[in-house]
T-cell receptor, first 115, second 113 residues
């Protein structure tokens, strides 16, 4: 079975500071990994995903994540936080092969950005 | 960017009543899903649907739940007799091809009283 663990239900940063949201996964097969963002009253929006190939993945809004197999991690970073980054962020995992995207989500991390 | 549309945004119902949650996936998409999120808990997979049939369902998706794509554009989730524990945000999602980007709707908040 697959799972993801997101450390920290809330992360607070100042505007301009580094954003680091942690995600560790468990999977018996090479995983596909995702980060989604949810703004208030909106659906889940894909930030970035890792499938195969380059382990450093760049996404929208200046976010990136690095797949580290040895650490079973897929942490999300952004060099400089913006007020508009305040949202809930979800890490998710699935396994390739079927073409379907039955995602297993983490519990989410709420990012708070202060001026 | 294209959107998955869900209606209504909020639904309140009495325990034991039937509810139908509606979704309009993106028009050229072929794979359809329902997920739900109980307040404070993880987003959970309920069911996937492809080629007019259920391809996989979770253990949450018991015989009180059903899905339908009645007219080639709508994708509905029916709960036959709602329970208090069905209260959650329900998300519809779709994608076109295998492993292509999954698009989520903004959700329907279901409250069962």
């Amino acid at each position: 079975a697959q799972s993801v663990t997101q450390l920290g239900s809330h992360v607070s940063v100042s505007e301009g500071a580094l954003v680091l949201l942690r995600c560790n996964y468990s999977s018996s097969v090479p995983p596909y990994l995702f980060w989604y963002v949810q703004y208030p009253n909106q659906g889940l929006q894909l930030l970035l995903k890792y499938t195969t190939g380059a382990t450093l993945v760049k996404g929208i809004n200046g976010f990136e994540a690095e797949f580290k197999k040895s650490e079973t991690s897929f942490h999300l970073t952004k060099p400089s936080a913006h007020m508009s980054d305040a949202a809930e962020y979800f890490c998710a995992v699935t396994h390739p092969g079927t073409g379907f995207q039955k995602l297993v989500f983490g519990t989410g991390t709420r990012l708070l950005v202060s001026p | 960017e294209p959107e998955v549309t869900q209606t209504p945004s909020h639904q309140v119902t009495q325990m034991g009543q039937e509810v139908i949650l509606r979704c309009v996936p993106i028009s050229n998409h072929l794979y359809f899903y329902w997920y739900r999120q109980i307040l404070g808990q993880k987003v959970e997979f309920l069911v996937s649907f492809y080629n007019n049939e259920i391809s996989e369902k979770s253990e949450i998706f018991d015989d009180q739940f059903s899905v339908e794509r009645p007219d080639g554009s709508n994708f509905t989730l029916k709960i036959r007799s709602t329970k208090l524990e069905d209260s959650a945000m329900y998300f519809c999602a779709s994608h076109r091809g295998s492993n292509e980007k999954l698009f989520f709707g903004s959700g329907t908040q279901l409250s069962v009283l």
